[in-house]
């Protein structure tokens, strides 16, 4: 249950950033900060059983069916993660509070941070593939309204666009690959698809869903060729890259590849793909990073040549390259996050990040500098700092390796190629921003941040030093206990000594801190050389594509969607002809051996009644009113048909349902023309009964064929089940409230949102009083007949109790909140049919939309409460009990499940019946129907 907490904190969080707004700035940052902290606090207590080997789990049932559960695990890999992503996310609340200036909203700002760190905690404790896929997308989400959070500035808005636009696509990608293998496995659960390795590597499609996993995966940590979003989502605040971009989001791609390692490494495409991806990444990274004039954009090519690095090494066929990934992801998230803060700092003090104008700001900042200059040392591999530990691990593993073959020596080659960059990159950095010359026309004087500002800098260069140092007392039981998660093995001995002697990953370490110290030397001839290739931002050429797809798209639809509602019709009859009509060729019977039922004169007068209705409904279709009482009579004629057919309950949600629907058209007719003039020719009339004829029949053999035909059914189940598992005997309502709660949830939320958008589509509607009739004659005096308003009076309160006695009766009997609420929404709106809006709106003070957001409310408590007892979402409970004077009684929870059904129906159908009627008075839908209409 810790765990759960864990991972509810940040959304506590999120949820006092948007509650503290009218606090102080540092009582917000403390007020959000303390939710994280909290998150830490309780992570603490389990760390000693994670480090002693131990694999932590929280879960409970969701939907089994689907194999989707709620699902928490702690080991070594998410241990290290959790603890990334709470101290750097603490860091960065402390460091934003001083970078956030006046004009920005800092509420707004915590609430989306924690929102993405609510995302990356659910991606690394889950312990379900699904449910971490849910967090997966949640993170492109919430990393999309921090890049755009400068939105008046159009590089935040496009450089958004292209980050959800790429890692969405990747996550589809990646929904798919999890699906297959929960397809082939059997599970989507860790603990049962870990160990099945051989199981999916022998299976025919493990190419595709390996191909597709690391699709995501790539896309997500910026590999080539998808690194081109990630330099452009520099127009996040720099708090924003220095989470997003070095320790968090960037890294969920690797947290995938090393959490999924066991199950799709080991084969001959992993090691190919990953390993010439990874290196691809590392060399392209490295190199633009050092022609970047920005100091993020150095930074950001910095990360994706440092992102490749991890996955050239999880790519390498040795068990040692695992560990050094683990090792670097760690150092990178440290190193590259306070170099982060330094931009921001600079930026923040000097009003720009422009290598070519901050120049000599050692004599303004010294302390920020010296931070600084350290971080870059450990980003550049230099000795007795963190990232020098992890990069000689790196070259150790490369001249130990066998991927390509006879040409597998290419790969420590290139990997020194691109330390020489890095090490390039790193004193550029260092040179043109704290030295070089003085700073040329800045618009302020630079000097040292705000003491606090510094802080969470400082702290993380002193891990840079202290790991660099001490590794093994720092992280060497982290490192151990996650290097086991990524392998599920022990990990070969390995040593984090500073000093392993003389030896070739030592020489190759020199050759690229001297090589690199020689290239920024020499560095005019490689910049003209750079400036010889016409560039053109990537952003602009995403755009472009965009706009092209967007043009090509809208051509196709215009073709498709000429504004013709029958030729809209026509094709999806064609369609449905298509798919229904060709299995009815390909059988050879019709008929089945299930007898017919007998035929009697009720039967036959009934099916008269039907059929004459509805083609009476067709032929008089330009007549409005008496085409409504036509299609009135079909739907009382398929009522009765229920009652044939014993089925109730049907027949009394079909009846009420007709009510209601007949009463709006009632509503509707009123500003419509009574008939409609003729416009369709001749030839289009054969046409559509051409095809109503093919439909009919098609649609008709097929019923036929279902019908006579013997098939399995899974009605015998819900018999045998309605009265033992959901306390009821009316297996309808048991079905809507217990077994397929979920649906019924889906359905009365979707039933709330298409209320609230008609109400919106009502809004604004000009009064239209109209003043005769069809044929000219004018309306009567009396809108208001004195026997219709007694009449309704007194059918009021019958119609109420009627409503409540089939609500309390649904459980067993025909009946349920659906039909309930029906009832009481067509004695509601008869009031305003007989007595007027005038009348009815000031002794009715409810608002329907406040009805409406209590039922789903209600609704889904009734379902959240089934977890207080460690039951599946929905669960229902009943129990019998004696009552004084009563007797015996039932009682079930599925009572409340249903009275939001009751109020959900209830406020639907009056927010949309009662707002069309008030269109022709002054009580007519506002702008803001939130607020009370007045009285």
């Known amino acids: ?86 101290g750097i996310g603490l860091l960065v609340i402390l460091y934003a509070r ?137 127009a996040a605040p720099t708090p924003v890259s220095a989470y997003l971009h070095s320790a968090t989001m960037v890294k969920a791609g690797i947290f995938l590849l090393a959490r999924l390692y066991p199950l799709l490494s080991g084969t001959e495409l992993w090691f190919l793909t990953v390993t010439l991806t990874g290196l691809s990444t590392l060399l392209v990274g490295a190199y633009f990073a050092l022609f970047q004039h920005d100091i993020k954009g150095l930074l950001a090519y910095s990360t994706i040549s440092h992102l490749g690095l991890i996955t050239l090494l999880l790519g ?52 920020t500098a010296t931070l600084a200059m350290v971080a870059s040392a450990s980003m550049a591999g230099v000795p007795l700092l963190n990232g020098f530990l992890s990069k000689e691990m790196f070259f150790t593993q490369t001249l130990h390796q066998g991927v390509l073959g006879s040409l597998s020596w290419l790969i420590p080659v290139l990997a020194t190629v691109a330390a020489i960059f890095a090490v390039a990159y790193s004193a550029r950095f260092i040179h043109d921003v704290f030295f070089n010359g003085q700073p040329i026309g800045l618009t302020k004087t630079p000097h040292e941040p705000p003491r606090y500002m510094r802080v969470p800098m400082e702290i993380l260069v002193a891990l840079c030093v202290l790991v660099g140092v001490f590794p093994e007392l720092i992280i060497g039981s982290l490192l151990q206990q996650a290097a086991v998660a990524v392998l599920a093995a022990p990990p070969p001995a390995y040593s984090l000594a500073i000093w392993h002697g003389f030896n070739v990953p030592l020489l190759m370490s020199v050759v690229a801190l001297v090589g690199g110290i020689l290239l ?160 369709s020719s001749s030839g289009h009339l054969v046409r559509d009964f051409t095809l109503a004829s093919a439909i009919g029949v098609v649609v008709g053999s097929l019923a036929y064929a279902m019908m006579t035909h013997d098939a399995a059914s899974i009605s015998s189940y819900f018999l045998q089940n309605a009265k033992s598992g959901g306390g009821g005997t009316n297996v309808v309502n048991v079905i809507l409230v217990d077994f397929r709660g979920f649906d019924t949830l889906g359905e009365i939320t979707v039933l709330g949102i298409a209320a609230l958008g008609i109400l919106k589509l009502l809004t604004g509607i000009p009064r239209f009083m109209a003043s005769a009739d069809g044929e000219g004659r004018l ?44 009832i009481t929404a067509v004695a509601m709106i008869l009031q305003y049919v007989a007595k007027g809006v005038d009348w009815v709106k000031p002794r009715l003070k409810v608002e329907y939309s406040t009805l409406i957001a209590v039922g789903i409310l209600l609704a889904t408590v009734t379902g959240l409460a089934s977890w207080l007892f460690d039951r599946p979402f929905l669960t229902s409970w009943f129990d019998y009990f004696e009552l004084p004077l009563i007797g015996q009684i039932e009682l079930a929870s599925a009572i409340a499940f249903d009275l939001g059904v009751y109020l959900t129906v209830v406020g639907a159908s009056l927010l949309i019946l009662a707002n069309l009627g008030k269109i022709t008075t002054r009580y007519r839908p506002v702008h803001n129907p939130v607020q009370k209409e007045p009285s």
Request: proline share 4%.
């Open 779 to 822: 309306w009567s005096k009396d809108r208001h007949p004195l026997l219709l308003a007694v009449i309704s009076q007194a059918l009021l309160p019958l119609a109420l109790i009627v409503s409540v006695y089939i609500f309390f009766r649904g459980h067993n009997l025909p009946g349920g909140g659906f039909v309930a609420g029906l």
């Open 520 to 679: 920024y030397i020499n560095r005019k001839a490689l910049f003209m050389f750079q400036a010889g290739f016409n560039e053109t931002k990537a952003i602009y050429r995403f755009e472009a594509f965009i706009q092209r797809l967007v043009r090509r798209c809208r051509h196709s639809i215009e073709k498709i969607e000429n504004g013709s509602f029958q030729r809209y019709i026509l094709l999806l009859l064609l369609a449905l002809l298509a798919l229904a009509g060709a299995p009815l060729l390909e059988l050879q019977q019709l008929r089945g051996q299930r007898a017919a039922l007998p035929f009697d004169a009720m039967v036959v007068v009934g099916a008269i009644l039907l059929l004459v209705a509805a083609v009476a409904t067709v032929l008089l279709v330009r007549q409005r009113l008496l085409a409504l009482v036509m299609i009135s009579v079909v739907g009382l004629m398929v009522s009765l048909a229920f009652v044939r057919f014993s089925a109730p309950d049907l027949a009394l949600t079909q009846l009420s349902v007709e009510v209601v629907t007949v009463v709006l058209l009632m509503l509707a007719l009123y500003f419509l023309p009574h008939k409609s003039v003729k416009q």
């Open 1 to 86: 249950m810790t765990l759960f907490w864990i991972l509810l904190m940040p959304l506590f969080g999120c949820l006092m950033a948007l509650a503290a707004r009218p606090w102080s700035r540092s009582y917000q940052a403390l007020a959000v900060a303390l939710f994280p902290a909290l998150a830490l606090a309780l992570l603490v207590p389990l760390i000693p059983a994670v480090l002693a080997g131990e694999v932590i789990r929280y879960g409970f049932t969701w939907l089994p069916l689907l194999g989707l559960n709620f699902s928490l695990q702690l080991d070594g890999l998410s241990l290290l993660f959790t603890l990334l992503i709470l």
């Open 98 to 234: 001083y970078y956030l200036s006046a004009r920005d909203s800092m509420p707004r700002f915590y609430a989306f941070l924690l929102l993405f760190m609510l995302a990356m905690l659910g991606i690394v404790l889950s312990g379900n593939l699904l449910q971490m896929w849910f967090f997966w997308e949640l993170t492109s989400i919430s990393s999309f309204l921090l890049i755009s959070y400068w939105s008046h500035q159009p590089d935040a808005r496009k450089g958004a666009r292209m980050a959800l636009t790429v890692t969405a696509a990747g996550g589809l990608a990646l929904l798919a690959g999890i699906l297959l293998i929960g397809q082939i496995l059997g599970s989507y659960e860790l603990s049962e698809i870990l160990p099945q390795t051989a199981t999916l590597q022998q299976h025919a499609v493990y190419p595709v869903v390996l191909l597709l996993v690391l699709l995501g995966a790539f896309t997500k940590s910026a590999q080539f060729p998808f690194h081109f979003w990630l330099p452009n989502a520099m």
């Open 316 to 367: 390498l066929d040795t068990d040692l390259a695992a560990v050094a990934a683990i090792f670097h992801i760690i150092n990178h998230a440290i190193f590259k996050a306070s170099l982060f803060m330094t931009a921001g700092i600079i930026d923040h003090e000097t009003g720009s990040r422009d290598m070519r104008k901050i120049n000599g700001l050692w004599g303004f900042m010294p302390v």
